[in-house]
């Protein structure tokens, strides 16, 4: 809620098969990683149907330690990110990790990064409205919509399944456990069988945990009941938000 959007399963849908078509353009392929800085907002939900469509991991950072550079640049090179994808505000940590990105002057391409400490990494992407810098993509122009391209998803079936991994959580005690499409699966079906919601039903996710946001995309579908996600950096008072959204059960963790 703290960007005020929302979308219906129609549009949800476009969004992330437009951001699959910009990943592809970035070079990514089944088995590669987008490492990520940032809240349950919407780019990430895009970005959770995205890869699971394509089958890529997405490896959050723990908001923890999006402030300490040495913490940020080890879950890097740990991540093995071919893509970061970061909120506006972690600009700072980010161009102090990576100076050469404010150097960049060529805004016609898009800017490749090579840097010996991040082997994988070639781009980072802003979900801010405005460009941070020209070595900075933007999500916004990463979706690709009205493409004749063949569905880069469908190339991937044959090496997308339950035991593809999608979720990779850092911390800075290091890489945590992979998570696999499957595992997410099972998760939101033991859910919604608990929750035992309808298409009447609303649920609140009050969880900030990018895990339980890709649980609570698939109960949302399996249940077509709408979500709702308070947004990063929000000080949230669920039962207001509960009552001012409409919301019939809310969740905390899955």
Known sequence: KSQDVSFDYKDFKKHAEALTYGLVSLGCRPGDTVATMMGNDAEMAILVLA??????????????????????????????????????????????????????????????????????????????????????????????????????????????NESTPLMRPMSKFGEGKHITNGEISKRAASASTELKLSDSDKLLLESSDPVDLAVALCVSANSTCPLVLPGSGLDVDFEELMSLEGCTKRVASF
């Open 51 to 160: 890869a699971a469509r394509l089958g890529v991991t997405v490896a959050p950072f723990d908001s923890s330690m999006s402030s300490s550079k040495s913490d940020v640049e080890k879950a890097l090179q740990e991540s093995e990110g071919r893509v970061l994808l970061m909120e506006n505000s972690k600009k700072d940590v980010v161009n102090e990790i990576l100076p050469r990105l404010e150097s960049v002057q060529d805004s016609s391409s898009v800017p490749q990064i090579k840097e010996d400490r991040f082997p994988n990494l070639r781009h980072v992407v802003s979900t801010g409205y405005h460009r941070v810098n020209q070595g900075i993509l933007q999500f916004r122009h990463l979706l690709a919509y009205n493409t004749f391209a063949r569905d880069p998803a469908k190339r991937a079936q044959k090496l997308v």
